[in-house]
């Protein structure tokens, strides 16, 4: 009841009053930026995640090659593909296995020019792959992709074509004549355009039907390797192993955690430092509160004399204090959580009225890798965030009011 009417301070009082609503203002706003943050982050990490193991080859299994005794060129393409695809699909965990032909070329539509990777590959595991062969954003069928080429959108936005045009594969690697090798030019109809997610796939991917890539990159009766996709890809590392084992001598196998380690790595440590960052900022937002009852309790310092000749002990004025800081720190974490929630769940709204703002340029996904501001709320983000604030918000309340507990009475009401 005490603390409850030092928190209603009176008008006369009103720089209590003041510095209690400044806390109150600075919690809630450190909280929700360090709610926020933490779900943009999880977000970005969550979505950068997804668009790798939705388009890309959980692991890639590849031969360590051989030196081709009359060429003295090294050869790492794969004989054997359809037997040794046999034998890795039957290790536990594998849901897929298709052999892929890959090489680079330039694509060409009119005056338009662009770089490209082109992977040879069958039509029913193009139509297995997540995030190419199935969702949503796509154009045309996957269904006709045996008749044409399959391409990015980024591709099809560089070289200005859309479905049932035709795109010209220009290769450097073509046909041996006697005065030496002749670029290899073919024209193929665009039968399925897909969206990725992710712009460094969308703008450089082409698929083209397995037969014809190996006729095209000069590959009959080989694969360049194996594209394996598992049920479990966070255990990806434990099956590398039995996948060496079952692909056979001279394989090695290189997964998506190799790929995009570093990358990941890097945001496991930008998500450290700016958590600390975040921290400081809830700490000083909770320093206001140790303003606030510093100044109460010198304003108190008649009430809590008379307190204590009634009879008031000192760890009852302790609790008095203590209340009147972790209820400013509990309400401004309560805010901050709501804030914080309501942004992760509303990000897509925010982020298209800030882009409109700005003038549409507030996000490249050239630079980023993704097409927009991604948001997931998890609980343990939150849990965090509310147990950093409330622990702060406590722990700094204690020293102004261990202050006013031990405070001498007869000091107190010395000049009253």
């Known amino acids: 009841m005490i603390a409850w009417r030092y928190l209603r301070a009176r008008r006369a009082e009103g720089g209590v009053s003041a510095m209690t609503w400044i806390s109150l203002i600075g919690i809630t706003l450190a909280v929700f930026a360090l709610i926020a943050t933490l779900a943009v982050r999880s977000g970005f990490r969550a979505e950068f995640v997804d668009t790798i193991l939705g388009a890309n080859a959980h692991v890639t299994v590849y031969s360590m090659g051989q030196v081709d005794a009359e060429t003295g060129v090294l050869d790492r393409t794969l004989g054997d593909y359809e037997a040794m695809a046999e034998r890795v699909a ?41 995030r190419v062969g199935q969702g949503e954003g796509h154009q045309g069928s996957v269904g006709d992709f045996s008749e044409g080429i399959a391409i990015g959108s980024g591709v099809a936005r560089e070289l200005g074509v859309s479905l049932g045009d035709t795109v010209r594969i220009i290769s450097p690697d073509g046909v041996k004549t006697p005065f030496g090798t002749k670029p290899r030019v073919n024209a193929y109809p665009v039968t399925y355009i897909f969206t990725a997610g992710r712009y460094d796939i969308d703008r450089t991917r082409v698929y083209m039907p397995f037969t014809e890539a190996q006729v095209f990159f000069n590959r009959e009766g080989v694969a360049d390797e194996l594209e394996v996709m598992v049920q479990d890809p966070d255990r990806v590392d434990a099956m590398a192993l039995p996948l060496v084992e079952a692909a056979g001598d001279r394989a090695q196998v290189w997964t998506w955690r190799d790929a995009s380690g570093g990358f990941l790595s890097a945001l496991e440590i930008e998500d450290r430092v700016m958590f600390v960052i975040l921290s400081i900022l809830v700490l000083i937002a909770t320093m206001n509160i140790v303003s606030g009852l510093i100044m109460l309790v010198k304003n108190k310092g008649r009430d809590i004399g008379i307190l204590r000749t009634m009879g008031l002990t000192e760890g009852s004025v302790l609790r008095i204090f203590f209340i009147c800081g972790a209820f400013t720190g509990m309400i401004g974490t309560a805010l901050g959580v709501i804030l914080g929630c309501l942004f992760a769940l509303y990000i897509d709204p925010i982020f298209a009225m800030v882009n409109g703002l700005s003038g549409g340029n507030a996000w490249d996904p050239s630079i980023r890798g993704i097409y927009y501001l991604p948001a997931k709320l998890e609980l343990g983000d939150v849990l965090s965030a509310v147990a950093l604030s409330l622990g702060l918000s406590f722990v700094v309340t204690i020293f102004p009011a261990r202050r006013a507990a031990r405070m001498n009475p007869v000091e107190a009401l010395r000049y009253e």
């Open 90 to 130: 039957q290790v536990p965990g594998v849901i897929r296995v298709a052999p892929l032909i890959k090489g680079q070329v330039m694509a060409n539509s009119r005056s338009r020019n662009a770089g490209v990777e082109v992977f040879g590959i069958a039509p029913e595991d193009l139509a297995s792959i997540p």
